[in-house]
Antibody, heavy 119, light 108 residues
Framework: QVQLVQSGAEVKKPGASVKVSCKAS????????IHWVRQAPGQGLEYMGR????????RYAQKFQDRVTVTRDTSISTAYMELSKLTSDDTAVYYC????????????WGQGTTVTVSS | EIVLTQSPGTLSLSPGERATLSCRAS???????LAWYQQKPGQAPRLLIY???SRATGIPDRFSGSGSGTDFTLTISRLEPEDFAVYCC?????????FGQGTKLEIK
């Protein structure tokens, strides 16, 4: 079946970087953009950015522009999200999601990766 | 940035009742690119509605979406026990894409 499987929980110190992976299966990886969304404890969802697995083209939300890098490895159908210069405000669950062409919305989500930033 | 305001913050109803959830945008949502998600504790969001009124694959017809411009509504016609969760609206017509803060639907 169509699914996105993310890497496991991470604990990082302030100032460090984290890289989360998102492995796709059950569909043609290159055919759908992969987007990243995060959710801080008790808070709503926050959009971070996306990658076109076909071209490698990316677009980021302005808030994260200087700190986030999304990449992909088409040979293993996996997307990556790296966030640098971590602070405690980056403690959150990070999700990847598949997004067909609008008007469709994000229809398949990874299970989430908890990133905890603590000294 | 479009701000999405959901109301009420919490809705207490009983199984079998009708639920009406509101999502108001600070400016018009382009092309009615408005989605609704359901989220249960410890789980990823689940897409219910896209394009303001189209049900996603496998979503029961008791869920319906309506609205355009700045005012959108999610209606659950007859609540089932598994429907008690947090519901979040999401606009993807204007960058940056934004989400509402959520409505918690709890059992009365």
């Amino acid at each position: 079946q169509v699914q996105l499987v993310q890497s496991g929980a991470e604990v990082k110190k302030p100032g460090a970087s984290v890289k989360v992976s998102c492995k796709a299966s059950g569909y043609t990886f290159a055919g759908y953009y992969i987007h990243w969304v995060r959710q801080a404890p008790g808070q709503g969802l926050e959009y971070m950015g996306r990658i076109d697995p076909n071209s490698g083209g990316t677009r980021y939300a302005q808030k994260f522009q200087d700190r986030v890098t999304v990449t992909r490895d088409t040979s293993i159908s996996t997307a990556y999200m790296e966030l640098s210069k971590l602070t405690s405000d980056d403690t959150a669950v990070y999700y990847c999601a598949r997004w067909p062409t609008p008007p469709y919305a994000m229809d398949v989500w990874g299970q989430g990766t908890t990133v905890t930033v603590s000294s | 940035e479009i701000v999405l305001t959901q109301s009420p913050g919490t809705l207490s109803l009983s199984p079998g009742e009708r639920a009406t959830l509101s999502c108001r945008a600070s400016q018009s949502v382009s092309s009615s690119y408005l989605a609704w998600y359901q989220q249960k504790p410890g789980q990823a969001p689940r897409l219910l509605i896209y394009g303001a009124s189209s049900r996603a694959t496998g979503i029961p017809d008791r869920f319906s979406g309506s609205g355009s411009g700045t005012d959108f509504t999610l209606t659950i016609s007859r609540l089932e026990p598994e429907d008690f969760a947090v519901y979040c609206c999401h606009q993807y017509g204007n960058s940056p894409y934004t989400f509402g803060q959520g409505t918690k639907l709890e059992i009365k």
